[in-house]
């Protein structure tokens, strides 16, 4: 039997991070991957880590779109990634102005993956595009929190980050050093 509490994962944003961010996606055509992305993935799970999604999706509590549509992109997602790249996601329909320790940059969603999935926060990373991403893994514990950033974020770089990565390259090559 396989020891759950010892797995390691990669906590993943989805827009911005694994997809262009086109707005409150409801659209599976408008998926497009960014650079990198189908060819790295595989090569962390080689190393040993699960890679979990975890995303904000308020347009589904502001209505903008169904928890249906959510679906079909994460369907068309997986298609283009890989069906067995992704090993779980979660995500939080709530609006920003919702109390919610789900919604980033509460750590909740990466709690209750570790709860759910037997993950090692302390040999966990997190990645995302903006800095609620990064400090949703920091209040979780993780063993580092990675921003990418193509585009600098007026100039000031965020200092929680341990590391701020121009392309999703530069993400794979820093957790695989480690």
């Known amino acids: 039997m396989v020891d759950r509490t010892k797995l390691k994962a990669i906590f993943l944003d989805r ?3 694994l997809m262009h961010d086109v707005g409150y996606c409801a659209d599976p055509a408008q998926v497009q991957l960014l650079e990198g992305v189908t060819e790295l993935l595989p090569k962390l799970k080689e190393a040993g880590f699960i890679l979990v999604i975890i995303t904000n999706q308020s347009g589904i509590g502001r209505g903008y779109f169904r928890e249906s549509d ?3 992109v994460q369907e068309e997602l997986g298609r283009k990634i890989g069906a067995d790249v992704i090993d779980a996601t979660y995500f939080c329909p709530d ?3 919702t109390a919610s320790g789900r919604r980033k940059p509460q750590p909740g969603m990466l ?3 570790a709860n759910d999935l037997g993950i090692d926060l302390k040999q966990s990373y997190m990645v995302g595009d ?3 991403d990064v400090e949703a893994g920091i209040h979780a514990g993780v063993k580092a ?3 990418l950033e193509p585009a600098p974020l007026s100039g000031m ?3 929680g980050a341990s590391l701020i990565a121009k392309n999703f390259r530069e993400v794979v090559e820093f957790i695989l050093s480690k």
């Open 70 to 72: 959510f679906r079909d």
């Open 157 to 159: 770089p965020f200092l």
């Open 15 to 17: 827009d911005g991070t």
């Open 95 to 97: 609006p920003p102005d």
């Open 111 to 113: 709690l209750e993956a």
């Open 145 to 147: 929190a990675i921003l």
């Open 130 to 132: 903006k800095i609620s």
